[in-house]
């Protein structure tokens, strides 16, 4: 502890100096093994980001602080090379060709594979990338850095859970892909801390996927995380602390404006209105006249009571090293954020460690874990009824929200919703959860050529939460009273284990090579949970929240699942001199989830690759250092459909009771239970077939490169309820496999490098573009979602886009009594929306509505811009969609012209006369169809934001060199900085209201924060 507190002072001395070592200029020049200048070849002082390239001579320049510095030399395609600069001023460096650093290795399901030969459509994203993004979900560092990737925010609360789709939304389901993190299966990553990952692989299309067989259908993620190395003991710190606030807020009226138009709408609908006071008993105080409306001077801002400025810090501890035969990691985190909605925060706090070894030469052992405790508080949203959010917004400003001096909220007193305020402070809920994933394995090589991998990993989650709802009582209405506690906790746990096991075989045969992966794995998983609840504390007083302090009586409910899944699983890679590439795969899936008739399932894929640079006819276009063509075809799968599907269940509902006994005799009840649904032993998987064509290129030595995809992915078999006649008596509709679905798009991606001097930069900018179609529901009705007060909102229907806007499309406003008279709207007035009359009939009714928007964008794009000088170092990084709408349900109730929401300031301008508005109805209590689900609440949602901002300072090694300190940097940033956009909301980054069903809905959504960041990292 002494000598790391004697280097925290040594640094701390240092950057307070102002003396700086006199500089050491190098000279020299880097030509190849042939004597050839290497043009544009990088030369960086090790352990700073201070560096410079060659000229078109291979000649550079470069000043080092003192003669203990090291250069590192690196050319695209070549072997790096170290030198110390000890007593020499010129440095002359020839760089040998490296086949293997043309050929990064990236990950590919169950193994590796050489860049050069993947003939998937497979995306990496590495740990430097993901560093410079500080998200606060693992998912984030995904977001805008791959094609055909979107990523999106369901919602800005601490913890948020992110929306990722992999080339389109494949089913009416679950869309989300497979996470595979060090091996291990599993549906999310919310317990993994993104510093702890070292790279992401996105397996986008069928033949790269199919490996994953019956759960690959939409895309699988391949996580690893960091590990150790053969090198001395290394410690890293970082931390970061932010500093959150909403970016934007809209302009709702203040009370007296409030007032106004409350009285013109009751004057149009020829009534008066008063404000309220109502005579009520205080406990303690004599009855009294309670004003509970206020005034109308008096306004409320719900919406600045309810929102705040808040923190987010992060810390990050890890040590890694080893040696030739073992290597180790161990790295912890705490995470803790406020939401800048009061009553909202996050906090994660997780533990990784990994151990690799060779304990003999033919035998390799391993074992890697994380822990993780997340805790959560939250306030309830994508409700129309409770949404804290929407509800700050359109409670009326006259109703004050408290009152000292009787210690009670007041009711809202023009609509049916209640006390935001109230709520967020009676809402008691919290939700603690741990896991613990860990996998471990054991590797020997044998006969030259083979190699057999065999691993056993486990899951196991437990969640608690807990809740308590105390006795409320509000001042003026008396709706939302409640003269008892109640005390609920909810809990879960689910266990899952796998084994898998992987026999490999490599052989080279003269200009052929070959590589046989066969496989064999079993998986399981079970799930149970218990719901308690139990009124009548005796006191409220935390301490004493326990249900044996409850007198009331007591309801408990639980159940369990379970389901497995066997295996069997093979690929082959075939390449000719590196020019001619082959990949096919197949595997076989068994489910429980599926009935006997079909339980198994196939997968199988194919890829080709023709690598076209390595043959002799393209030796004259020196302009090209890359140029491989891809196709592939495969077939995977989506089991998502919940355990037991297949077979007919039983209903058990108080509903059925029934009261037997008497008149003479005691009475008693007997629960029944009545048919839930049907059994179908047909049922099977969704099958999604998927044909990609590839091209990968670089130009100019690599300083341009990218790739372009195209692809059809089609879903078929989709299981969709199929609806029965209500006569039958189920309760609810039984899977079918009847739907269809189709995705087909292209995908972009180019990057620039380049080095001007010490200046280096390179901007990457990827782009994908998707066109989504529901291609049948078999014999199924239309999917309606998004209800809003029983109006759906979207209709999912053949020859559409998923989650597509349905409703009446709006024409002005009728100004006078002939219009009126002259349109098709029966009991329409002057002041009243116009809508058109779409199929002629002379009348408007539901057969007028129409497809008004489409969520879905026509693109999704990301910019990466990175530069360094000297210590210097600056990263931006761009993001947003383009063709998408929003369905702004929030200017629902803002524009709603009869009920006595609080209102946008917008409808201060409603018609109150021929000419005054063709935008805003009249205000009147009597609505006619003025607040139906209609276009002019659909709005252009694409947007282009600043998503990350970082800029950062690395001090020299000279100063800290002599510390043991291998790095120093300092950092500011931030996130969500800037966001240009037409839409009106609060966020135009719209994930789901529910599901993939009703996307693009914004009912109040949480918007996400601004956070503006400093940080360091030191590594020692």
Same mark, same amino acid.
């Not at 609908?269 to 406990?283: P, R």
């Not at 149970?528 to 409220?540: G, Y």
């Given at each position: 502890?002494?000598?790391?507190?004697?280097?925290?002072?040594?640094?701390?001395?240092?950057?307070?100096?102002?003396?700086?070592?006199?500089?050491?200029?190098?000279?020299?020049?880097?030509?190849?093994?042939?004597?050839?200048?290497?043009?544009?070849?990088?030369?960086?002082?090790?352990?700073?980001?201070?560096?410079?390239?060659?000229?078109?001579?291979?000649?550079?320049?470069?000043?080092?602080?003192?003669?203990?510095? /090291?250069?590192?030399?690196?050319?695209?395609?070549?072997?790096?090379?170290?030198?110390?600069?000890?007593?020499?001023?010129?440095?002359?460096?020839?760089?040998?060709?490296?086949?293997?650093?043309?050929?990064?290795?990236?990950?590919?399901?169950?193994?590796?594979?050489?860049?050069?030969?993947?003939?998937?459509?497979?995306?990496?994203?590495?740990?430097?990338?993901?560093?410079?993004?500080?998200?606060?979900?693992?998912?984030?560092?995904?977001?805008?850095?791959?094609?055909?990737?979107?990523?999106?925010?369901?919602? $800005?609360?601490?913890?948020?859970?992110?929306?990722? %789709?992999?080339?389109?939304?494949?089913?009416?389901?679950?869309?989300?892909?497979?996470?595979?993190?060090?091996?291990?299966?599993?549906?999310?990553?919310?317990?993994?801390?993104?510093?702890?990952?070292?790279?992401?692989?996105?397996?986008?299309?069928?033949?790269?996927?199919?490996?994953? $067989?019956?759960?690959?259908?939409?895309?699988?993620?391949?996580?690893?995380?960091?590990?150790?190395?053969?090198?001395?003991?290394?410690?890293?710190?970082?931390?970061?602390?932010?500093?959150?606030?909403?970016?934007?807020?809209?302009?709702?009226?203040?009370?007296?404006?409030?007032?106004?138009?409350?009285?013109?709408?009751?004057?149009?609908?020829?009534?008066?209105?008063?404000?309220?006071?109502?005579?009520?008993?205080?406990?303690?105080?004599?009855?009294?006249?309670?004003?509970?409306?206020?005034?109308?001077?008096?306004?409320?801002?719900?919406?600045?009571?309810?929102?705040?400025?808040?923190?987010?810090?992060?810390?990050?501890?890890? !040590?890694?090293?080893?040696?030739?035969?073992?290597?180790?990691?161990?790295?912890?985190?705490?995470?803790?954020?406020?939401?800048?909605?009061?009553?909202?925060?996050?906090?994660?706090?997780?533990?990784?460690?990994?151990?690799?070894?060779?304990?003999?030469?033919?035998?390799?052992?391993?074992?890697?874990?994380?822990?993780?405790?997340?805790?959560?508080?939250?306030?309830?949203?994508?409700?129309?009824?409770?949404?804290? !959010?929407?509800?700050?917004?359109?409670?009326?400003?006259?109703?004050?929200?408290?009152?000292?001096?009787?210690?009670?909220? @007041?009711?809202?007193?023009?609509?049916?919703?209640?006390?935001? &305020?109230?709520?967020?402070?009676?809402?008691? @809920?919290?939700?603690?959860?741990?896991?613990?994933?860990?996998?471990?394995?054991?590797?020997?090589?044998?006969?030259? =050529?083979?190699?057999?991998?065999?691993?056993?990993?486990?899951?196991?989650?437990?969640?608690?939460?807990?809740?308590?709802?105390?006795?409320?009582?509000?001042?003026?209405?008396?709706?939302?009273?409640?003269?008892?506690?109640?005390?609920?906790?909810?809990?879960?746990?689910?266990?899952?284990?796998?084994?898998?096991?992987?026999?490999?075989?490599?052989?080279?045969?003269?200009? =052929?090579?070959?590589?046989?992966?066969?496989?064999?794995?079993?998986?399981?998983?079970?799930?149970?949970?218990?719901?308690?609840?139990?009124?009548?504390?005796?006191?409220?007083?935390? /301490?004493?929240?326990?249900?044996?302090?409850?007198?009331?009586?007591?309801?408990?409910?639980?159940?369990?699942?379970?389901?497995?899944?066997?295996?069997?699983?093979?690929?082959?890679?075939?390449?000719?001199?590196?020019?001619?590439?082959?990949?096919?795969?197949?595997?076989?899936?068994?489910?429980?989830?599926?009935?006997?008739?079909?339980?198994?399932?196939?997968?199988?894929?194919?890829?080709?690759?023709?690598?076209?640079?390595?043959?002799?006819?393209?030796?004259?276009?020196?302009?090209?250092?890359?140029?491989?063509?891809?196709?592939?075809?495969?077939? /995977?799968?989506?089991?998502?459909?919940?355990?037991?599907?297949?077979?007919?269940? &039983?209903?058990?509902?108080?509903?059925?009771?029934?009261?037997?006994?008497?008149?003479?005799?005691?009475?008693?009840? &007997?629960?029944?239970?009545?048919?839930?649904?049907?059994?179908?032993?047909?049922?099977?998987?969704?099958?999604?077939?998927?044909?990609?064509?590839?091209?990968?290129?670089?130009? +100019?030595?690599?300083?341009?490169?990218?790739?372009?995809?195209?692809?059809?992915?089609?879903?078929?078999?989709?299981?969709?309820?199929?609806?029965?006649?209500?006569?039958?008596?189920?309760?609810?509709?039984?899977?079918?496999?009847?739907?269809?679905?189709?995705?087909? $798009?292209?995908?972009?991606?180019?990057?620039?490098?380049?080095?001007?001097?010490?200046?280096?930069?390179?901007?990457?900018?990827?782009?994908? +573009?998707?066109?989504?179609?529901?291609?049948?529901?078999?014999?199924?009705?239309?999917?309606?979602?998004?209800?809003?007060?029983?109006?759906?909102?979207?209709?999912?229907?053949?020859? =559409?886009?998923?989650?597509?806007?349905?409703?009446?499309?709006?024409?002005?406003? +009728?100004?006078?009594?002939?219009?009126?008279?002259?349109?098709?709207?029966?009991?329409?007035?002057?002041?009243? /929306?116009?809508?058109?009359?779409?199929?002629?009939?002379?009348?408007?009714?539901?057969?007028?509505?129409? #497809?008004?928007?489409?969520?879905?964008?026509?693109?999704?794009?990301?910019?990466?811009?990175?530069?360094? #000088?000297?210590?210097?170092?600056?990263?931006? +990084?761009?993001?947003?969609?383009?063709?998408?709408?929003?369905?702004?349900?929030?200017?629902?109730?803002?524009?709603?012209?009869?009920?006595?929401?609080?209102?946008?300031?917008?409808?201060?301008?409603?018609?109150?006369?021929?000419?005054?508005?063709?935008?805003?109805?009249?205000?009147?209590?009597?609505? =006619?169809?003025?607040?139906?689900?209609?276009?002019?609440?659909?709005?252009?949602?694409?947007?282009?934001?600043?998503?990350?901002?970082?800029?950062?300072?690395?001090?020299?090694?000279?100063?800290?060199?002599?510390?043991?300190?291998?790095? !120093? %940097?300092? #950092?500011?940033?931030?996130?969500?900085?800037?966001?240009?956009?037409? @839409?009106?909301?609060?966020?135009?980054?719209?994930?789901?209201?529910?599901?993939?069903?009703?996307?693009? !809905?914004?009912?109040?959504?949480?918007?996400?924060?601004?956070?503006?960041?400093?940080?360091?990292?030191?590594?020692?």
């Amino acid at each position: 502890m002494s000598k790391l507190l004697n280097k925290i002072l040594f640094l701390i001395l240092v950057v307070g100096s102002q003396n700086l070592a006199a500089q050491i200029e190098i000279t020299g020049k880097i030509t190849d093994e042939n004597g050839e200048a290497l043009i544009g070849a990088t030369i960086v002082v090790k352990g700073t980001v201070s560096g410079t390239s060659a000229d078109f001579d291979g000649n550079y320049v470069i000043e080092v602080s003192d003669k203990n510095s /090291i250069l590192a030399f690196s050319f695209v395609g070549y072997l790096g090379q170290e030198i110390a600069v000890g007593e020499n001023t010129i440095l002359n460096v020839t760089l040998e060709l490296d086949r293997t650093k043309i050929d990064e290795v990236i990950v590919v399901g169950y193994g590796v594979q050489k860049k050069s030969d993947v003939t998937g459509a497979i995306v990496s994203v590495k740990s430097d990338e993901i560093s410079k993004t500080v998200g606060l979900n693992a998912a984030s560092a995904l977001q805008g850095k791959a094609a055909g990737v979107a990523v999106t925010s369901n919602s $800005g609360t601490p913890g948020g859970a992110l929306k990722v %789709r992999i080339r389109g939304i494949g089913t009416i389901g679950d869309s989300n892909p497979l996470y595979v993190v060090d091996g291990f299966p599993t549906s999310d990553i919310d317990y993994l801390n993104p510093g702890d990952i070292e790279s992401m692989e996105v397996l986008k299309d069928a033949s790269a996927s199919a490996i994953y $067989g019956a759960r690959g259908a939409n895309g699988v993620v391949l996580i690893t995380t960091k590990s150790g190395g053969n090198q001395e003991a290394k410690i890293s710190f970082s931390a970061y602390y932010g500093v959150q606030s909403i970016t934007k807020t809209l302009d709702i009226m203040s009370g007296p404006e409030y007032y106004q138009t409350m009285q013109e709408m009751y004057e149009n609908a020829g009534l008066s209105f008063n404000l309220k006071e109502t005579t009520q008993a205080i406990v303690g105080v004599d009855t009294i006249t309670i004003p509970y409306a206020g005034d109308s001077t008096l306004t409320t801002n719900w919406f600045d009571l309810l929102t705040r400025v808040a923190p987010v810090v992060n810390y990050e501890l890890s !040590v890694a090293g080893g040696n030739e035969k073992t290597q180790y990691f161990l790295g912890g985190s705490i995470m803790q954020q406020e939401g800048t909605v009061v009553g909202s925060s996050y906090d994660r706090q997780t533990l990784r460690y990994k151990i690799d070894t060779r304990a003999k030469e033919w035998l390799e052992l391993g074992y890697n874990g994380n822990i993780s405790r997340n805790s959560r508080t939250r306030v309830t949203e994508r409700s129309q009824y409770y949404g804290i !959010v929407l509800n700050s917004l359109r409670t009326d400003p006259l109703t004050p929200s408290y009152n000292d001096s009787l210690g009670r909220y @007041y009711e809202p007193a023009y609509q049916d919703i209640g006390n935001p &305020v109230a709520n967020v402070e009676y809402d008691n @809920y919290r939700n603690i959860y741990y896991r613990s994933v860990n996998n471990a394995y054991a590797k020997i090589t044998f006969l030259d =050529h083979f190699s057999f991998r065999s691993s056993f990993g486990f899951d196991m989650s437990f969640s608690t939460s807990d809740d308590y709802d105390p006795e409320r009582y509000f001042l003026g209405a008396t709706k939302n009273n409640r003269a008892y506690n109640t005390l609920y906790k909810y809990q879960s746990q689910v266990q899952s284990w796998l084994n898998e096991n992987i026999l490999n075989y490599s052989r080279e045969i003269n200009d =052929h090579s070959f590589t046989a992966m066969a496989g064999f794995t079993m998986q399981e998983t079970t799930a149970s949970w218990t719901t308690m609840e139990k009124d009548s504390l005796a006191k409220d007083i935390e /301490i004493l929240r326990y249900f044996d302090a409850a007198t009331g009586e007591a309801r408990v409910s639980g159940s369990s699942s379970s389901n497995a899944m066997i295996s069997y699983l093979g690929r082959l890679n075939y390449n000719y001199k590196g020019k001619y590439l082959l990949t096919t795969s197949v595997r076989v899936d068994g489910s429980s989830r599926f009935g006997a008739e079909n339980r198994y399932g196939v997968f199988p894929s194919i890829s080709l690759g023709w690598n076209i640079l390595r043959e002799g006819f393209m030796e004259s276009v020196p302009l090209l250092s890359r140029l491989k063509i891809r196709t592939g075809w495969g077939q /995977i799968g989506n089991d998502r459909i919940g355990n037991y599907s297949y077979s007919a269940g &039983v209903n058990f509902d108080p509903a059925n009771s029934y009261i037997l006994g008497g008149p003479n005799s005691a009475q008693y009840q &007997v629960y029944g239970a009545s048919p839930d649904n049907f059994g179908n032993p047909y049922l099977k998987w969704e099958t999604v077939e998927s044909t990609n064509f590839g091209v990968d290129f670089g130009i +100019f030595d690599n300083r341009v490169s990218g790739s372009m995809e195209y692809y059809i992915k089609n879903t078929k078999d989709m299981l969709v309820r199929e609806p029965v006649p209500l006569y039958v008596g189920f309760s609810s509709n039984p899977y079918a496999n009847i739907g269809e679905m189709q995705n087909k $798009g292209f995908e972009i991606s180019l990057t620039y490098k380049e080095s001007i001097g010490e200046f280096n930069y390179d901007v990457t900018l990827n782009a994908a +573009f998707n066109k989504n179609e529901l291609v049948t529901l078999g014999k199924g009705q239309p999917i309606t979602a998004g209800s809003l007060l029983g109006q759906s909102i979207c209709k999912n229907d053949v020859g =559409h886009s998923i989650g597509s806007f349905y409703g009446y499309v709006t024409d002005g406003i +009728f100004q006078n009594d002939e219009e009126v008279m002259a349109g098709a709207q029966s009991g329409a007035r002057p002041g009243d /929306i116009r809508y058109l009359d779409l199929n002629g009939d002379g009348s408007i009714d539901d057969n007028d509505r129409t #497809y008004i928007g489409n969520p879905q964008p026509k693109v999704f794009y990301g910019i990466n811009f990175n530069a360094s #000088y000297k210590g210097f170092d600056l990263y931006l +990084f761009f993001q947003g969609s383009y063709g998408n709408d929003v369905f702004n349900a929030t200017n629902w109730y803002l524009w709603h012209t009869s009920a006595g929401y609080n209102r946008s300031k917008e409808l201060l301008n409603s018609w109150d006369g021929e000419g005054s508005s063709d935008k805003f109805p009249a205000l009147n209590t009597k609505d =006619h169809k003025n607040n139906v689900i209609s276009d002019r609440y659909v709005e252009d949602g694409s947007y282009l934001r600043l998503k990350n901002f970082q800029i950062g300072y690395s001090l020299p090694q000279s100063l800290i060199g002599s510390a043991g300190l291998e790095q !120093v %940097r300092v #950092y500011v940033g931030g996130q969500n900085l800037l966001t240009f956009t037409k @839409y009106t909301g609060l966020d135009p980054e719209i994930g789901n209201l529910y599901s993939d069903l009703s996307a693009g !809905v914004d009912l109040g959504t949480y918007p996400q924060p601004r956070i503006i960041q400093v940080g360091a990292k030191i590594v020692f």
